[in-house]
């Protein structure tokens, strides 16, 4: 039971006072991942996101986040090796995936492909070393191939089998694109993937940890997760980011964009982050890429848009600690490699995949279910109306 005390909403009970987006309240602890909002500085497993980008690739940072230190050459050979043996997706996800509308969302394909993996591999063995770590192979493995998949049955055609002469990303590259990818623009994809596997405790991997802490199948636990980070407040804006940029169209009008935006107080797609108070460390690292790109693949002139908005909005939104997050410059980088606009979000989760997997097995490793409490607004106990004596109550 809760009540209402002045402005203060506090549960009656405990006294514990309501925070609308469980802003600043710590819900879980968590050795994977630390972010200091205040320096702008990222670490995963104590590592500086800088120097894993440069240093690391996508499945060793995977391997690190789920399991907790670098591999050894040979586990991390291992682990590249059974990744690369379980890419395959059966014939009958491909065929569901046939009966989804081509006009679908590719995040809702994705949900759905993601939870029928749990019709496969129904055994639920979550006690189980062997089985967690097939599931988080499987998992790693199988996500970009039916990212792959969808895209190139949307469009009429036959999935391509993955090439196991190829590593993860580029491989990923070639599945989507049907072409081989040049492997400087495939190391930047993976330096991307790299960027995006980790975020602590962030919706949709809050979502994966409530879904976890039920002990359901690791591929529930995925799916609750797309469906998350789907939303345009999350991952779904990277996708949104790249419409602005379109439709402010040139550098000039920047400054006119955000003025009427703010006026109208939309919010500003790809700015903002309820940890950072400066520029995100990742958004840092992926402008760096996405001139990097630029250098090797030729200009994006929506690019000269994105800096001009960032700059305008350093004295409109700058104050309030509003900055670029990992969202703003991702799809820049994404539109170069040939990838469209609507897998961004596909993409990401392709990444997140590692951070939602290492959470799963650290909320297995101390469980207990999530059930937090309420305070309860709504009507006072009162008895059952007889249908005449109801009156017509307002439309939602
Ligand atoms: C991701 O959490 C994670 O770690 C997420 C993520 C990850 O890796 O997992 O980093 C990935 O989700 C990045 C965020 C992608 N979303 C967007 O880019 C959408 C636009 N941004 C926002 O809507 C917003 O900034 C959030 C959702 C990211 C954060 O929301 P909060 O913390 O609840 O902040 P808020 O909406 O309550 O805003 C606080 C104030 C408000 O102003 P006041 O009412 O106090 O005057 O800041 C303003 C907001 O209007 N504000 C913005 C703004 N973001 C916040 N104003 C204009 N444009 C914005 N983008």
Known sequence: MAQQQGDNLRHARTGIELRPGLDGVPATKSAICDIDGEQGLLTYRGYPME????????????????????????????????????????????????????????????QSSAASLGLFYSRRAIDDPGYIYKAVVRLIAKIPTMVAAFQLIRKGQDPIQPRDDLAYSANFLYMLTEREPDPRAARIFDRCLMLHAEHSL????????????TLTDP????????GTLAGPLHGGANEDVLAMLEAVGSPAQAGSFLDEAIAAKRKIMGFGHREYKVKDPRAVILQSLV????????????????????????????????????????????????????????????????????????????NRIFRPSQIYSGAPPRRWTPMEKRAESPAD
């Open 51 to 110: 120097d894993l980008a440069v240093n690391s690739s996508f499945l060793e940072t995977a391997y690190l986040l789920i399991w907790g230190e670098l591999p050894t050459d040979a586990q991390l050979q291992a682990f590249e090796h059974e990744v690369q043996m379980h890419r395959r997706v059966s014939f009958r996800v491909r065929d569901m995936m046939k009966c989804f509308p081509a006009s679908g969302h590719p995040m809702d394909a994705l």
């Open 202 to 213: 962030n919706a949709s991997t809050f979502s994966a940890r409530v879904t976890a802490s």
């Open 219 to 226: 591929y529930a636990v995925i799916a609750s997760a797309v």
């Open 291 to 366: 001139e990097e790109m630029f250098n090797d693949f030729g200009h994006d002139d929506l690019y000269d848009v994105a800096r001009a908005i960032e700059e305008e909005a350093m004295t409109r939104l700058g104050p309030k600690g509003i900055y670029p997050n990992v969202d703003f410059y991702s799809g820049l980088v994404y539109r170069k490699l040939g990838i469209p606009r609507d897998l961004f979000t596909p993409v990401f989760a392709i990444a997140r995949v590692a951070g939602w997997l290492a959470h799963w097995r650290e909320q297995l490793g101390a």
